[in-house]
């Protein structure tokens, strides 16, 4: 018989009007890197969630070493010696991190909290596991990377056996992927288990031992790791085969379409330079990527561009006309469409319906207005034939609000909306933010086909698989300043991550 | 069919922000009417009869006609005095509730209408009083006043607009000092000119009535339907304005702007749309409705303004918040409300002159349905849950009537 530490047998639960988990088996070896893969709405949080107190299943048993147990709150399974990283850290910015670690497991003598004894404590395990972090550092003054560290200490100090890792890569720079695997694998040997879950198929087919897999809430499988592909998970976790590689033919870039010129924007917040003396080219056909760390100008650059923010030094061109300090019509009109960032503060009027958000770009073109109203017989036919080309699905159709469209969808309905615009230059900020398999391939695919039509495309991406996916030409940016230009093709990742972490700088900067 | 589907389903939001208002007001009208009881039971002069008498009133008191003098029975029919009053009330309620509603859609909290209101006072009685009727038709003259006006409305409200626009100054706290501005500046102006009127030494002092330059706002032969009242052609202004308002918001190219910039400012920026813009004129739109509630007061020909002001904010300007709550910031809806919560004030008073309770009464109902009208998003969630769950119901029932044939046809 198997060793589980953690078998969910048979679990199910149920929110109004949707079956989250669906008779799901999920059964941990001690000392095993278990991924669990699905798409986003497979049911992997609410399963976890399931397993860390948060939900109570309708059906079904969790047992820890093999004797059933209810766990009603993330006291019991804290109890139980099950930790979890969130997503999102879980900690307090002001506090030290070493207060942040016993937080809540705190040694209390006499009203005072021991911190010695905690001092030693934490310091052995981080040398034991190589978790290199600054005790005494405040949290909001250490890196992301070493924030998860934090996270990591907490379980351990709480002698957690059971390592609940969600989606601990989406934050991290290449290199901070490779310790944290080597830190995975470090615990393993120490006989802890490990689920992880993710839907980035490289980083399951590089750490983990087997992989089950979800979809629309039901249990696909599990598989032995070194028995599968990538490609077979992939059908796995959709249902059908998924084109991973973009498939493009060699661009071949015309006129230059964008052109920036020794560009500084200042940070609003910080009183600093945020993009600093930044030149670069787009062409026609051709997909530029920018590439970096979050947080390294790039928000500011696209704003500057877009003319969400002001420029403070430099100019930038669109098509031959100056546009550096136009109003976002004029730059719209001009021939810029912008794919946001954040597509739920600038992408949509939530409470607006679909047909409304498909024509805010639009709405007063002649087509959809007359004497200053608006045909709303012809908002409405635009939004059905959007809706059918680009396959945007909702409750409602084009009346559904998009409040209540899935995430997917939104970002389908924003990018229908800019691409159907048919014009010249398409900025797009990190088009395939928090989407699963199948619709990254299909906005991959729809921004290769606006190249292929000889737009230029600026991409900004934090995903180090999509910019080589995708890109014809690739500029990293740290701290404000474009460090390096590279061709996808002659270029690794390890290489592009010490560019991104500022470890390295190309002399000659980027064609300007 | 999916056709069919969105109108069904656009007729079920409406359904349910009109269910959820009626909700509101029912409770609040059922809450005074336990109260009417409880006060009604523990008075010894009124008793269960009288109580009964008094829940009849708040209910009914638009229809009351008085007693009947040989039986002392409450009679109840059409009555064209009380009608006539609750349009003429209703009126300063329908604009200022505008006023309101059309800042709320653009995600403006506009409290400043008491203000606009005041300015709008001033300045149409300031025009209907100095141009002399001997010069210039009276007619002329109230055109200028009622624009005059609006206009003053719309100035004040656009202070409050541009500070929030360009300073990012919260609107209310902006509004709130444009508002005792107003009554200051108000007080200010009229303290030392020659507008008073002093003769009359029985009562307090206040500003001539415009009808003393033959400046009054037209009857357009309302006051022969409904008799002996106040009402006037203001009421159809205030509906006209209301018709606009909607037309305004809804159908026009600048008022999807407007939508777009209440609903979210930044992605109304995104679109290219001028926020900054959009949120000044909005505040000159609801500013300006404030102003023509205040001018048709002024010009009514019967009003006695007290024009020392600074002393309190006039009430109408706040009442337009509850006014357009209730009515979820629909301009449409804004005219029954406004008209709704003149008739309380009338049943009120009916309550006061036939029987033996305080007319103040109706202000606990007014504030319980106010209450309520911000609860309505979580009345509002309720119906939708059960809506879910009666369409559901059904929709079983004729799937199996039907034999299952059309199962899973949605897909």
Redesign the interface.
């Known amino acids: 018989m198997e060793d589980y530490v953690i078998e969910m047998l048979h679990i199910s639960k149920s929110f109004p009007g949707i079956k989250a988990n669906d008779d799901i088996t999920l059964q941990l070896r001690r000392g095993e890197i278990h991924a669990l893969l699905g798409e986003n709405g497979a049911g992997k949080s609410t399963l976890m969630s399931i397993l860390f107190g948060l939900y109570q299943p309708d059906e079904g048993v969790i047992k820890k070493d093999g004797k059933e147990v209810r766990i009603s709150d993330p006291n019991d399974a804290t109890a139980l010696h099950i930790g979890m990283v969130h997503q999102h850290f879980k900690l307090i910015d002001v506090f030290t991190v070493l207060d942040n670690i016993i937080l809540g497991a705190e040694d209390v003598k006499l009203g005072f909290v021991q911190k010695k004894e905690a001092r030693r404590k934490v310091r052995a395990l981080s040398e034991k596991y190589g978790l290199n972090v600054d005790l005494d550092a405040k949290v909001e003054d250490i890196s992301v990377g070493m924030q998860q560290r934090v996270e990591i200490l907490k379980m351990l100090y709480r002698d957690n056996e059971v390592l609940i890792f969600d989606e601990p890569t989406a934050v991290l720079t290449p290199q901070e992927i490779t310790e944290l695997m080597q830190i995975m694998r470090n615990f393993t040997r120490e006989g802890k288990s490990i689920l992880f879950i993710s839907h980035k198929l490289n980083e399951i087919m590089e750490v983990s031992d087997r992989v089950t897999v979800l979809q629309k809430g039901r249990y696909v499988g599990t598989v032995n790791t070194a028995e599968t592909t990538k490609e077979e998970l992939s059908r796995m976790m959709v249902g059908r085969p998924v084109q991973l590689v973009v498939q493009k033919e060699e661009a071949r870039p015309g006129k230059p379409v964008l052109e920036v010129s020794h560009l500084s924007v200042m940070s609003k917040l910080y009183h600093r330079e945020a993009v600093k003396d930044v030149s670069f080219t787009v062409r026609e056909g051709e997909i530029v990527c920018i590439a970096g760390i979050d947080g390294n100008g790039q928000t500011e650059l696209v704003h500057a561009l877009?003319g969400?923010e002001r420029a403070d030094a430099g100019t930038v061109t669109l098509c031959g006309q100056e546009i550096t300090a136009a109003?976002?019509?004029?730059?719209?009109k001009a021939g810029m469409s912008?794919i946001?960032e954040d597509r739920h503060?600038?992408?949509?009027?939530?409470?607006?319906s679909l047909e409304?958000n498909l024509a805010?770009?639009r709405?007063?073109e002649p087509r959809f207005?007359q004497n200053?109203?608006?045909r709303f017989d012809e908002v409405r036919s635009y939004a059905e034939q959007l809706i059918r080309q680009y396959d945007v699905r909702s409750g409602?159709?084009?009346?559904t609000r998009a409040r209540s469209m899935s995430g997917g969808n939104q970002q389908k309905a924003i990018v229908a909306r800019e691409l159907d615009r048919d014009l010249p230059l398409v900025v797009a900020v990190q088009p395939t933010r928090g989407l699963d398999v199948g619709a990254i391939e299909y906005i991959h695919g729809q921004l290769v086909a606006q190249r292929d039509q000889g737009k230029a495309i600026l991409l900004v991406s934090l995903e180090l698989e999509e910019v080589m996916n995708l890109s014809d030409r690739i500029l990293v940016i740290h701290s404000g300043e474009i460090v390096g230009e590279f061709d996808p093709k002659a270029v690794t990742v390890e290489e592009l991550g010490l560019y991104m972490a500022g470890a390295r700088k190309q002399e000659a900067k980027a064609n300007g | 069919m999916a056709e069919m589907n969105e109108k069904s389903y656009s007729r079920l939001e409406r359904r349910r922000t009109v269910g959820a208002s009626l909700i509101s007001i029912l409770i609040g009208l059922v809450t005074g009417s336990l109260l009417i009881l409880i006060v009604g039971l523990t008075t010894k002069n009124i008793g269960l009869s009288g109580a009964w008498e008094g829940i009849r009133l708040v209910f009914g008191g638009l229809f009351s006609t008085g007693r009947d003098m040989a039986t002392g029975v409450l009679t109840f029919g059409f009555n064209p005095n009380t009608f006539g009053n609750m349009l003429f009330r209703s009126t300063p309620l329908i604009l200022t509730g505008l006023a309101v509603a059309v800042a709320f859609r653009t995600g403006l909290f506009n409290i400043g209408a008491p203000g606009q209101y005041l300015m709008g006072i001033c300045v149409a009685l300031l025009i209907s009083l100095s141009i002399p009727s001997s010069q210039v038709s009276p007619v002329i003259i109230w055109f200028l006043a009622f624009l005059g006006g609006m206009l003053a409305g719309g100035l004040w409200g656009a202070i409050s607009g541009a500070l929030k626009a360009f300073l990012n100054i919260n609107e209310v706290i902006a509004c709130i000092m444009t508002n005792w501005i107003a009554a200051n500046l108000v007080t200010l102006i009229f303290s030392g000119s020659n507008l008073r009127n002093l003769t009359e030494n029985t009562k307090s002092a206040y500003i001539y009535k415009t009808s003393v330059n033959n400046v009054a706002t037209a009857k357009l032969g309302l006051d022969k339907i409904f008799s002996d009242s106040q009402v006037n052609g203001g009421i159809l202004i205030a509906i006209l304005l209301a018709i606009l308002i909607s037309v305004l918001l809804n159908r026009t190219v600048f008022g999807f702007e407007l939508r777009a910039t209440g609903s979210n400012r930044y992605a109304a920026r995104y679109a290219g749309i001028v926020d900054k813009r959009s949120i000044v004129l909005s505040m000159v739109i609801a500013g300006a409705m404030a102003g023509a509630a205040g001018a048709l007061y002024g010009l009514s020909g019967n009003t006695e303004f007290y024009w020392s002001t600074y002393q309190s904010l006039p009430g109408v300007g706040f009442n337009g918040i509850p006014v357009a709550l209730l009515a979820s910031n629909s301009p449409i809806a804004v005219i029954f409300t406004g008209m709704f919560m003149a008739m309380l004030d009338i049943s009120g008073q009916q309550l006061k002159n036939l029987t033996g309770y305080n007319e103040y009464l109706t202000n606990i109902i007014i504030s319980v349905i106010v209450y309520l009208s911000a609860f309505s998003l979580v009345i509002r969630n309720f119906l939708v849950k059960h809506d879910d769950g009666v369409s559901r119901a059904l929709s079983s029932l004729g799937n199996s009537l039907r034999g299952n044939k059309r199962k899973g046809a949605g897909k």
């Open positions: 877009t969400l109003p976002i019509r004029k730059r719209s912008h946001p503060k600038h992408g949509l009027v939530l409470d607006f409304q805010l770009q709405y007063y207005q200053g109203f608006i409602q159709g084009p009346i």
